[in-house]
């Protein structure tokens, strides 16, 4: 594959546009599906297409050699194909059972106290991203993994490094050699870290996931010792940027429409609603690759084995031939029915544990700060295509209200053990 593009696929990559890229995403998905003339990339934006697609056994996750990554991949759940992917998804699974996460909802909501605390003692104004939504979600899924606070930090920094290879290659050339640099020394940073950590767990488990991990069985069949690391990386790499990127934009919703901040500080039962809208009208998620591996059609655009697919989720979550008024945010609109979280064999394993964090971290944003306000000047986007969200974005406020955000109990704290 190319990665010469056509100027209207092109664009997505163009930082002017990732502030507001649904005009963009409206253009391509109305043409879609069709074949990229100077690519060769098969671009799907409809709703029942891109579904169509995630769901097609003759498609591929396993992107290697296909020109359309930027750096080479470590093989994981979001790359794998079956059997490989079912077996490695039906053991990791068994650590984010909806009844074990739930387990961590007292520290979720412990963790955005201690947030809101440090911010209420600075000024009246705060960098949501450093300050909020980033800390969170690494803090989190570190306790969860059994990871000591002291290196929370580092691993924010690993994991932010490391976003980098879930993005396609959408524009001519590759990545800067620092930034590849900076890559493979946060892998190299967590297999080491990991490694010491699994074998302290063999040796002596507690009431953490990776212990969970280490010990998941079926029918005698356990995770390896590299599939391990593997899956440790992938699940604070992805539950870090993703689930930072669903508060961010979630809060940036309200901001910008305090009609649906009123709504949820009125009636914090629509926190999970809320997340359901924000994964609909603006997903962290923005698009995902597969590969065709056996020839087939979308529409009435033949695919050949080998063809590189560009699924746009953020598109089709905004398809008029499937939400009303789609370019509407509404938190109240109950529609579940987005691909946020794709579809299929490969539909997001931690989506329990996002949904948990947004809807504690958007409810505690509602209830808690007091005439919040945007600076607009602020707000800078992450350079990242695929997934989405801001980098800096300063809010005001008149008080933070942290009494205001509900810890339901404590009667399981001793699973977010800090190690």
């Not at 995630?54 to 296909?66: A, C, F, M, T, W």
């Not at 440790?232 to 910008?256: D, F, K, P, S, Y």
């Not at 700060?369 to 992450?382: C, D, G, H, I, Q």
Request: hydrophobic share 40%; proline share 8%.
């Amino acid at each position: 594959m190319t990665t010469s593009l056509s100027p209207d696929l092109a664009r997505l990559a163009d930082p002017a546009v990732r502030p507001d890229p649904y005009g963009v995403l409206r253009t391509l998905r109305e043409a879609s599906p069709y074949t990229d003339p100077a690519s060769g990339i098969v671009v799907v934006g409809r709703r029942s297409d891109c579904e169509a697609v995630l769901r097609n056994p003759k498609v591929s996750s396993d992107r290697q050699g296909s020109g359309i990554t930027t750096v080479p991949q470590m093989p994981n759940l979001m790359n794998l194909d079956a059997p490989d992917h079912t077996r490695l998804r039906r053991l990791a699974g068994k650590a984010f059972k909806p009844r074990l996460v739930q387990q961590w909802r007292p520290r979720i909501e412990e963790i955005v106290r201690e947030l809101l605390t440090d911010i209420a003692a600075g000024e009246n104004t705060a960098d949501l991203v450093s300050a909020f939504a980033y800390p969170l979600p690494v803090r989190v899924i570190c306790d969860m993994l059994g990871v000591p606070r002291e290196d929370h930090p580092v691993f924010e920094k690993w994991a932010r490094s490391i976003a980098y290879t879930v993005d396609p290659q959408l524009v001519p050339g590759r990545l800067s050699t620092e930034v590849v640099q900076e890559v493979e020394e946060a892998r190299a940073g967590f297999v080491g870290y990991f490694g010491r950590l699994i074998a302290e767990r063999r040796h002596t488990p507690r009431a953490d996931v990776l212990s969970e991990l280490i010990s998941a069985e079926e029918q005698g069949d356990q995770l390896t010792e590299s599939e391990l690391i593997i899956t440790c990386i992938l699940l604070l790499v992805a539950g870090h940027e993703t689930t930072a990127n669903l508060i961010l934009n979630g809060v940036l919703g309200l901001l910008r429409h305090p009609g649906q901040l009123r709504l949820l500080r009125e009636r914090p039962e629509l926190a999970e609603a809320a997340v359901e809208e924000v994964l609909r009208y603006d997903a962290p998620a923005q698009m995902i690759t597969r590969i065709a591996r056996e020839p087939f059609t979308i529409g009435d655009t033949p695919v050949t084995p080998g063809t590189p697919l560009l699924v746009l989720l953020a598109a089709a979550n905004r398809d008029p031939d499937v939400h009303r008024d789609p370019d509407t945010f509404d938190i109240s609109r109950g529609d579940p029915g987005h691909l946020g979280f794709a579809a299929g064999p490969h539909f997001c394993l931690g989506s329990v544990l996002a949904r948990l964090e947004g809807s504690i971290a958007l409810n505690a944003f509602a209830q808690a700060f007091v005439e919040p306000r945007l600076a607009a000047e602020s707000l800078r986007y992450r350079p990242h295509v695929a997934v989405r969200g801001p980098d800096r974005m300063r809010v005001s406020f008149k008080e933070i209200r942290v009494d205001a955000v509900r810890v339901t109990g404590t009667s399981e704290r001793s699973v977010a053990s800090r190690g």
